[in-house]
């Protein structure tokens, strides 16, 4: 699956999980740097820059445009960090190949929904990601799961049918993890789930499905 290609925009890290249990997770610091980055890309082919544990910690950066860019922004050069070089100008996932690959992609500090254009307010970020690996789940497509939510995933071409993907996801998430059925999770998303459009400036476009886990008693 390809993303957008943008002056903006860069992938980072590749870290395949793999499958062995430990005691005591390692934590780990990448930095971006040119072997670290690949840009406006996605693909599993790509030699990963670090192999890590199930259960271990990453902590990352992320880096978003040309250093001159930010220089002309008024941005004095010691707080630019020395990593982004010139030549690059910009809880729940399935496993789909061995290794267990992951990228993690560029920040944006402001987007809404739908990103109609080609750019967000694009920025570097640093963050810490725990990559654990859950044996035996048969996870067709990205989950996520925040303090106020469930949400599901969808992306295609058609905004259609990644609407009907996230629908379907949604409802498999709550016959899962709420013990409903089938029909009583299809009724209560009618009623209570929100459809968002995560991006429609790609050829494949995103929705991603929203359900409160408010309405559910404890």
């Given at each position: 699956?390809?993303?957008?290609?943008?002056?903006?925009?860069?992938?980072?890290?590749?870290?395949?999980?793999?499958?062995?249990?430990?005691?005591?997770?390692?934590?780990?610091?990448?930095?971006?740097?040119p072997?670290?980055?690949?840009?406006?890309?996605?693909?599993?082919?790509?030699?990963?820059?670090?192999?890590?544990?199930?259960?271990?910690?990453?902590?990352?950066?992320?880096?978003?445009?040309?250093?001159?860019?930010?220089?002309?922004?008024?941005?004095?050069?010691?707080?630019?960090?020395?990593?982004?070089?010139?030549?690059?100008?910009?809880?729940?996932?399935?496993?789909?190949v061995?290794?267990?690959?992951?990228?993690?992609?560029?920040g944006?500090?402001?987007?809404?929904?739908?990103?109609?254009?080609?750019?967000?307010?694009?920025t570097?970020?640093?963050?810490?990601?725990?990559?654990?690996?859950?044996?035996?789940?048969?996870?067709?497509?990205?989950?996520?799961?925040?303090?106020?939510?469930?949400?599901?995933?969808?992306?295609?071409?058609?905004?259609?049918?990644?609407?009907?993907?996230?629908?379907?996801?949604?409802?498999?998430?709550?016959?899962?993890?709420?013990?409903?059925?089938?029909?009583?999770?299809?009724?209560?998303?009618?009623a209570?789930?929100?459809l968002?459009?995560?991006?429609?400036?790609?050829?494949?476009?995103?929705?991603?499905?929203?359900?409160?886990?408010?309405?559910?008693?404890?």
């Amino acid at each position: 699956m390809r993303i957008k290609n943008l002056a903006y925009t860069l992938t980072i890290v590749m870290l395949p999980a793999l499958a062995n249990a430990q005691s005591a997770p390692k934590t780990f610091d990448l930095k971006a740097s040119p072997p670290t980055v690949h840009r406006g890309f996605f693909d599993a082919s790509l030699k990963p820059v670090l192999t890590i544990d199930s259960g271990d910690i990453v902590r990352l950066e992320t880096v978003s445009g040309n250093p001159r860019w930010f220089e002309k922004l008024g941005v004095p050069k010691d707080k630019i960090p020395s990593e982004l070089p010139e030549q690059f100008p910009y809880d729940y996932l399935p496993v789909h190949v061995a290794g267990a690959l992951l990228s993690v992609s560029d920040g944006h500090a402001v987007q809404g929904h739908g990103e109609v254009s080609l750019s967000a307010v694009e920025t570097s970020l640093k963050g810490e990601i725990q990559v654990v690996l859950h044996k035996n789940r048969r996870l067709r497509w990205p989950r996520a799961e925040t303090a106020t939510h469930y949400i599901t995933m969808g992306l295609d071409p058609d905004l259609d049918q990644a609407a009907k993907i996230a629908t379907s996801e949604m409802l498999d998430l709550l016959v899962e993890t709420r013990g409903l059925s089938r029909d009583e999770a299809y009724l209560l998303a009618s009623a209570a789930m929100d459809l968002i459009v995560t991006q429609v400036v790609d050829g494949t476009k995103g929705v991603h499905a929203m359900m409160p886990k408010a309405i559910f008693q404890k």
